[in-house]
């Protein structure tokens, strides 16, 4: 039996899920819009954590969408910037998400949620997308009052799973997730959504590299 610890925005649940919205607010700038919201929204997070002046990841969120409203001179009133904020509680899952969860929890394994979102917000994006009955529990950095890939992120997470790194596996499509959980000594699978992005030239390495979700059960080590 392994602990899987599960990020979420980029690997179970689907950023992309707001272009549909910002179609009908802005046309075709509506993709580069997404980039780079969630660019910016990570790279947020990465200052205050360096800075140690954590605010919450939605403010993260809500200070990228301004600064790319700015960028592309996209002009969002405040009700259409307020629509996306609410928009982004209610992100959809990706395809592979329930089929490999409900595999992974028949071979019993334990599944936790871990985010850098905060435990309320995380709980209703998950019960919105239908996969929130899968995990034991909703783990967020909010608690260490920092954000991935700080080290006190890894082991808050242990000590709140009561697991250990050698049986513990993060699962994440975010490559600064895998590095971060690979220096903290666990073991990582790096879902690799997008064929065309390499992994970065560090020495922590994931241990498994898989196209989608579907393909992590059977890839898994035995326990």
């Known amino acids: ?18 272009v549909s919205q910002l179609q009908t607010m802005i046309g075709p700038q509506a993709e580069a819009f997404s980039r780079c919201w969630r660019d910016k929204q990570l790279e947020y997070s990465f200052r ?33 910037q307020a629509q996306l904020m609410q928009a982004y509680t209610r992100l959809p899952a990706f395809a592979d998400a329930d089929p490999s969860l ?17 435990e309320a917000a995380v709980t209703e994006l998950l019960q919105q ?4 009955g899968y995990f034991e529990a909703v783990i967020s950095v909010d608690a ?3 954000f991935k890939p700080c080290p006190a992120v890894y082991q808050h997470f242990l000590h709140s799973a009561r697991s250990h790194r050698q049986h513990t596996w993060l699962i994440s499509g975010n490559p600064f997730d895998i590095t971060g959980a690979r220096h903290a000594g666990w073991h990582a699978a790096w879902i690799q959504r997008d064929p065309a992005q390499p992994f970065d030239p560090w020495e922590q390495q994931p241990d498994l590299i898989l196209p989608g979700l579907e393909a992590l059960a059977d890839n898994l080590p035995a326990t």
Do not use: E, K, W
């Not at 990841?57 to 009700?79: E, I, P, V």
């Not at 409900?102 to 905060?118: D, E, I, K, P």
């Not at 997308?129 to 929130?132: D, E, F, T, V």
């Open 144 to 146: 260490v009052r920092s």
């Open 48 to 80: 205050r954590g360096l800075m140690q002046d954590y605010q919450p990841f939605s403010h993260c969120t809500r200070d990228a969408l301004q600064y790319t409203d700015n960028l592309l001179g996209t002009g969002l009133t405040q009700a259409q």
């Open 102 to 118: 409900t595999a992974l929890q028949t071979a019993g394994h334990r599944l936790y949620a871990f985010s850098n979102g905060q």
């Open 1 to 18: 039996m392994l602990t899987l610890a599960f990020d979420v925005y980029g690997t179970l649940i689907d950023t992309r899920g707001v």
């Open 129 to 132: 997308a239908g996969i929130h």
